[in-house]
């Protein structure tokens, strides 16, 4: 199985910070890779699919790069509604894995 | 716009066969890949498996001896089995859509989730 390790597993920032939340793959998975929000007790939400593509109706302050193993999730200036749990996936290779999830809180 | 909807018990018994249905409204089952997806509380996502719309299926090797899914296109649902449960099993499961981009690359991702819904296997 392909890992997905990311990290920080949370942060604390404030509304209006630039926040960045990377994620690792175990081995290269080109860009067969995404990034989704969870806020609780919600199902997950698309932000970024194919490394770097925004999902149709996603705020432009979101933003994804990265190919290979490395891949990195921007927020560029924190909005209220951004405090919630993200999760990068692959979708290389079966099993489709996701990253332990990153919860971002609010300093 | 369209919707998914899952349903089921919310309890199941150690040993028994979890079963729970995907209801999709708003557009057609037909030329997409369905998938499910559990997250016990707490924790992170796992990916179960997905069908197409045509039958074909592929599975999480970790479950596989004990997952089937299915698809009604008749009635625009697609289904979950998951045989003799333990309460390892206790979780949200969520029913999503599959988009592919590309052809000779696709590139897939989950684009479409139900709320999800609570399965706690206990006796």
């Known amino acids: 199985d392909i890992q997905m390790t990311q990290s920080p597993s949370s942060l604390s920032a404030s509304v209006g910070d630039r926040v960045t939340i990377t994620c690792r793959a175990s081995q290269s998975i080109s860009i067969y890779f995404n990034w989704y929000q969870q806020k609780p007790g919600k199902a997950p939400n698309l932000l970024i699919y194919?490394?770097?593509s925004l999902q149709s109706g996603v705020p432009s302050r979101f933003s994804g790069s990265g190919s290979g193993t490395d891949f990195t999730l921007t927020i560029s200036n924190l909005q209220p509604e951004d405090f919630a749990t993200y999760y990068c996936q692959q979708s290389y290779s079966n099993p489709w894995t996701f990253g332990q999830g990153t919860k971002v809180e609010i300093k | 716009q369209v919707q998914l909807q899952e349903s089921g018990p919310g309890l199941v018994k150690p040993s028994e066969t979890l079963s729970l249905t995907c209801t999709v409204s708003?557009?057609?089952?037909?030329?997409?890949?369905w998938s499910w997806i559990r997250q016990p509380p707490g924790k992170g996502l796992e990916w179960i498996g997905y069908?197409?719309?045509?039958?074909?299926?592929n599975y999480n090797p970790s479950l596989k001896s004990r997952v089937t899914i299915s698809v009604d296109t008749s009635k625009n649902q697609f289904s979950l089995k998951l045989s003799s449960v333990t309460a390892a099993d206790t979780a949200v499961y969520y029913c999503a859509r599959v988009a592919v981009v590309g052809v000779t690359s696709a590139i897939q991702y989950f684009d479409l989730w139900g709320r999800g819904t609570l399965v706690t296997v206990s006796s």
């Open positions: 069908v197409y719309y045509s039958g074909s299926t």
């Open positions: 708003g557009g057609s089952i037909s030329s997409y890949y």
């Open positions: 194919a490394a770097s």
